[in-house]
């Protein structure tokens, strides 16, 4: 187990380009989530992946956000054409459901991103 | 809509007070609640989480937090506050669904 991994930690970019994060969860969890975090807030959940498949969106993934997870291993999140108001911390998570439900999510370092 | 506000958005205590850092959540379902701690410039944490069972939940550090279904709280309190201890505290909560809902934050400030 070595953790949920994210890819940059950092990136810096102007507004108007495009940008795509990694996240590698841990291994063995088929649950993989995203969430975004503004200075002094909690995080805002973004979309989640059971295995390959995109079962939920949150209202604040416009379209110029697109998420993946292809093979139902690692994730990337796109952001296209990106505005100032995307800068931001972006958290990924992984988790291994229960029956029980309330499985806990491990998070990654994040990613944070400033648009200039 | 499930949710949880965190009273509070700054502590300060002295080193070896007592820390409580409160949250309450809505709803009429008792729900999944968890606490997770945030150092600057890191992901979360897990501290606790309290699904069924026990309602006094024990974590890592030294934390605890009791699931008060009467009050709709889930307070996180420990007996003495390190130095270390100085961080984001965030209340999150599952009700169905899968993703976590989380409180805005208190920040710890632990005074020497």
């Known amino acids: 187990d070595t953790g949920v991994s994210q890819d940059p930690r950092h990136k810096i970019t102007k507004r108007g380009q495009n940008v795509t994060f990694r996240c590698d969860p841990i291994?063995?969890?088929?649950?993989l989530y995203w969430y975004r975090q503004t200075l002094g807030q909690g995080p805002e959940f973004l979309t989640y992946?059971?295995?390959?498949?995109?079962?939920?969106k949150s209202r604040l993934l416009s379209d110029r956000f697109s998420a993946e997870r292809p093979k139902g291993s690692f994730s990337t999140l796109e952001i296209q054409r990106t505005e100032q108001g995307d800068s931001a911390m972006y958290l990924c998570?992984?988790?291994?459901?229960?029956?029980?439900?309330?499985?806990?999510?491990?998070f990654g370092p994040g990613t944070r991103l400033l648009v200039l | 809509a499930q949710s949880v506000t965190q009273l509070g958005s700054h502590v300060s205590v002295s080193e070896g007070a007592l820390v409580l850092l409160r949250c309450n959540y809505s709803?009429?379902?008792?729900?999944?609640l968890f606490w997770y701690v945030q150092y600057p410039n890191q992901g979360l944490q897990l501290l606790l989480k309290?699904?069924?069972?026990?309602?006094l939940v024990k974590g890592i550090n030294g934390f605890e937090a009791e699931f008060k279904k009467s009050e709709t709280s889930f307070h996180l309190t420990k007996p003495s506050a390190h130095m270390s201890d100085a961080a984001e505290y965030f209340c999150?909560?599952?009700?169905?669904?899968?993703?976590?809902?989380f409180g805005t934050g208190t920040r710890l400030t632990i005074i020497p």
């Open positions: 998570a992984s988790s291994l459901p229960g029956l029980a439900g309330g499985e806990t999510q491990y």
């Open positions: 291994s063995e969890h088929n649950r």
């Open positions: 992946f059971q295995n390959e498949a995109q079962l939920e």
């Open positions: 709803s009429s379902v008792p729900p999944y």
């Open positions: 309290y699904t069924t069972g026990a309602t």
């Open positions: 999150a909560v599952i009700r169905g669904g899968e993703k976590l809902t």
